[in-house]
T-cell receptor, first 114, second 110 residues
Framework: DVKVTQSSRYLVKRTGEKVFLECVQD?????MFWYRQDPGLGLRLIYF???????EKGDIPEGYSVSREKKERFSLILESASTNQTSMYLC?????????????FGAGSRLTVL | GQNIDQPTEMTATEGAIVQINCTYQ??????LFWYQQHAGEAPTFLSY????GLEEKGRFSSFLSRSKGYSYLLLKELQMKDSASYLC???????????FGKGTRLHILP
């Protein structure tokens, strides 16, 4: 089974700090995604990547950037954290099943910005 | 653009049947997914429909009508462990972004 590992389960940062959220997969999957999940708003797509050095904006990319230097690692970067970025962040990889991209998620990183 | 709607909360009784509806509007359609998410955990894949009709998988079934932009997840013989959020998601053309609805929180009463 594919494994998606997010480096930190819980983080507490201060406003203005730079924050790195790391996601690593143990298979050779090309498509990787970053979502945030908030009560009442559901899962919202921030960025996704089809391959190394490739990235596409999702629905809410403002305030975020991403890095994909190696196929197995997809990083989400908050250049200057703000309190409205307090959220649960979920990384996912897509596996091709029956012609569709089925997502496998990491355990999530809960970020609190003070 | 893409828009997915599903009810916020539902309540059902252990042993009963419940149907969770989902309507979607997408530009280019490549399938409708259902995921289950228990509190404090990550979502896990339940089902996928790309053609019209019913897909059955044990106690869970998922239905799709592409012409109506409508899907439902049917859960039979409900168990307490089915208490969770159920997320409807849609995919555009292959390799396009995958968008989720806000999720339906299902409460199971004994």
């Amino acid at each position: 089974d594919v494994k998606v590992t997010q480096s930190s389960r819980y983080l507490v940062k201060r406003t203005g700090e730079k924050v790195f959220l790391e996601c690593v997969q143990d298979m050779d999957h090309e498509n990787m995604f970053w979502y945030r999940q908030d009560p009442g708003l559901g899962l919202r797509l921030i960025y996704f990547s089809y391959d190394v050095k490739m990235k596409e904006k999702g629905d809410i990319p403002e305030g975020y950037s991403v890095s994909r230097e190696k196929k197995e690692r997809f990083s989400l970067i908050l250049e200057s954290a703000s309190t409205n970025q307090t959220s649960m962040y979920l990384c996912a990889i897509a596996r091709a099943l029956w012609g569709a991209n089925v997502l496998t998620f990491g355990a999530g990183s809960r970020l609190t910005v003070l | 653009g893409q828009n997915i709607d599903q009810p916020t909360e539902m309540t059902a009784t252990e042993g009963a049947i419940v149907q969770i509806n989902c309507t979607y509007q997408t530009s280019g359609f490549n399938g409708l997914f259902w995921y289950q998410q228990h509190a404090g955990e990550a979502p896990t894949f339940l089902s996928y429909n790309v053609l019209d009709g019913l897909e059955e998988k044990g106690r869970f079934s998922s239905f799709l009508s592409r012409s109506k932009g409508y899907s439902y997840l049917l859960l039979k013989e409900l168990q307490m462990k089915d208490s969770a959020s159920y997320l409807c998601a849609s995919s555009g053309r292959r390799d396009d972004k995958i968008i989720f609805g806000k999720g339906t929180r299902l409460h199971i009463l004994p």
